[in-house]
Every structure is written in structure tokens, then in C-alpha cells.
């Protein structure tokens, strides 16, 4: 299925005309097919664009609140992914042979286990171990 006919189907756009069998877009479907992106662009959900679109007078509040939350949101995973680079480039940088030597990567490890040691990923042992 493609993107308009989904689209469509979920009310984000309104059905397009056809003419000889091809589909036609007014200009308004357009620009509001430009608004999606951008809202996609923007980190939002098409259920969340599609109650911003279709949400009438308040819609004006609900962008804020929902704006909000997504700041939020990009804030955190802005700040992951410089943790993430920074570590990356000390490691490329580490002259030691092996992680478990590594005072850099032992210095983080201590850090993010006084810091929230909940966040850390669950472990799997291999099956049969």
C-alpha cells in the first residue's frame, strides 16, 4: 500500500480525484502532505499528527503540549548519542588491548552504576550455559 493510500485511509489526506485512472491531488493536500513531513521530520507519530491535523479549536494547545513532550524526548536521545560519540571517539583513542584492562571504559562503567544501575541492558546467557 502506498504512503497516500495510507494516509487517506487513516484520514491524514483527504481522497484525491482520479483522472484517467490517475490520482490528483488538490494544492491544499499538498502543502498538507508537506505538514505531515515535517511533523514526521519532527519526531511525532502519524496518530499524534493526525490528532494535531484533525483536532479543530484546541489544536493550538495540544501542538505546545505535545511539542513539549517531544523536546523532552530529543533532549534525551541528543544527549545519549554525544555520550555515545564521546565514548566512541576515547575508545578509537585507547591504546589498551582489551576492555577489561581499560580504565576509560572501567571509569564508565563505575559512573553508570552509581548513576542509575536500572538503566543498565539485561544480559543473556547463551542457551545451555
Known amino acids: 500500500m502506498s504512503a497516500l493510500r495510507f494516509y487517506e485511509e487513516v484520514g491524514l489526506l483527504q481522497p484525491s480525484h482520479r483522472v484517467g485512472g490517475r490520482r490528483r491531488y488538490e494544492n491544499g493536500s499538498l502543502r498538507r502532505l508537506a505538514i505531515i513531513g515535517l511533523f ?17 479549536a484546541p489544536q493550538r494547545r495540544h501542538f505546545r503540549e505535545l511539542a513539549e513532550h517531544k523536546l523532552t524526548e530529543l533532549d534525551a536521545r541528543i544527549h545519549r548519542a554525544q555520550a555515545a560519540a564521546e565514548l566512541l571517539g576515547d575508545a578509537m583513542r585507547c591504546p589498551c588491548r582489551s576492555f577489561e584492562e581499560c580504565d576509560l571504559v572501567n571509569d564508565r562503567m563505575d559512573r553508570q552504576l552509581e548513576e542509575s544501575p536500572a538503566s543498565l541492558p539485561a544480559t543473556r546467557l547463551p542457551r545451555g550455559e
Open 40 to 56: 514526521q521530520d519532527a519526531g511525532f507519530t502519524l496518530s499524534e499528527i493526525a490528532r494535531l491535523l484533525n483536532g479543530g
